[in-house]
C-alpha cells in the first residue's frame, strides 16, 4: 500500500502567504508534521507520497524524507487531478490518502486497519454533524451511493481520509480522468459508483478527534481541541 498526502492547493481562505500544510499549530507542530507524525506511527514514512504544487519547496525542504510528486497545474486545478497524478504512479497497489489540511487523533486509524486489511475500498466519515458545505454522503444496500457538497439528507461528513483498494484502484483512475479540472476526488469516486457500481464502505470515526482546516475559524477550533 501507499500513502498519498494531497498538498498543492493555494489555501487561499485561510490567506496564508505559504502552503496551508505548513500552518502552525499551538502544540508547536505544523498541519503536516501532526500527519506525518501519525502516519508513520502505523506505516512506513517511505511509503509517504505528497502531491505538491503552491510553494512546492517549502514542503519539501521542511520535510526532505518524503517522496513527491510535483503539479504544475495547481493553480487551475483541484484534488481530483492532483490525486490522479499521484496514483498513476502507483499502478495496481493500493492507496490511502489524505487531504493535507486534516488534523486528526492518530487512534482513529485503527479503526481504518480491518477494512485496508481486507482491501475493501471506503471514505472515512463523521456522522456526528452534517454541515452544508461540506461532502456529504448516502448509502444504498451498505455502500456508499452519493458523495457531494450538493447531497441531500446526507447522513453524516467525509473527512478527508479515504482508501481505493488495488482491485478499485484502474476503474478509479479512469474516472478521475473524466473529472473537469476543477471537480474534487469525490466526483471520481461517485462516477466509479454510478458507472462501475464501486462498492464503497462509509466508515465512521466521530468518536475520535478530525477536523479539516478550510478558515480561520477552523482553526481556532483545531486549537481548542489540541
Known amino acids: 500500500m501507499k500513502i498519498i498526502i494531497l498538498a498543492a492547493g493555494i489555501g487561499s481562505r485561510l490567506g496564508n502567504p505559504f502552503p496551508k500544510p505548513l500552518t502552525p499549530l499551538k502544540n508547536g507542530k505544523s498541519i503536516m508534521q501532526m500527519q506525518t507524525e501519525n502516519i508513520a506511527s502505523r506505516f512506513d514514512i517511505d511509503d509517504i507520497n505528497v502531491v505538491v504544487g503552491f510553494k512546492k519547496d517549502l514542503i519539501m525542504e521542511r520535510f526532505p524524507e518524503l517522496t513527491y510528486v510535483y503539479n504544475p497545474f495547481?493553480?487551475?486545478t483541484?484534488?481530483?487531478?492532483?490525486?490522479l497524478k499521484a496514483l498513476k504512479k502507483q499502478k495496481d497497489q493500493s492507496v490511502l490518502w489524505f487531504n493535507g489540511d486534516v488534523v486528526f487523533d492518530e487512534k482513529l486509524l485503527d479503526i481504518l486497519?480491518?477494512?485496508i486489511e481486507k482491501n475493501q475500498s471506503f471514505v472515512a466519515?463523521?456522522?456526528s454533524?452534517?454541515?452544508?458545505?461540506?461532502?456529504?454522503?448516502?448509502?444504498?444496500?451498505?455502500?456508499i451511493n452519493q458523495l457531494s457538497k450538493?447531497?441531500?439528507n446526507g447522513l453524516g461528513e467525509a473527512v478527508g481520509i479515504n482508501f481505493i483498494s488495488s482491485n478499485d484502484i484502474q476503474t478509479f483512475i479512469t474516472r478521475l480522468e473524466e473529472c473537469d479540472d476543477n471537480d474534487y476526488f469525490e466526483r471520481g469516486l461517485e462516477l466509479a459508483i454510478e458507472k462501475d457500481q464501486l462498492q464503497i464502505k462509509a466508515i465512521d470515526i466521530s468518536k475520535y478527534n478530525c477536523m479539516e482546516i478550510d478558515f480561520v475559524e477552523d482553526l481556532e477550533n483545531v486549537n481548542n481541541m489540541l
Not at 78 to 83: A, F, G, H, I, W
Open 150 to 152: 450538493t447531497v441531500e
Open 113 to 115: 486497519m480491518p477494512a
Open 125 to 127: 466519515v463523521n456522522t
Open 74 to 76: 495547481f493553480d487551475r
Open 78 to 83: 483541484n484534488t481530483s487531478k492532483s490525486l
Open 129 to 143: 454533524k452534517v454541515a452544508d458545505e461540506e461532502v456529504k454522503y448516502t448509502l444504498e444496500n451498505g455502500y
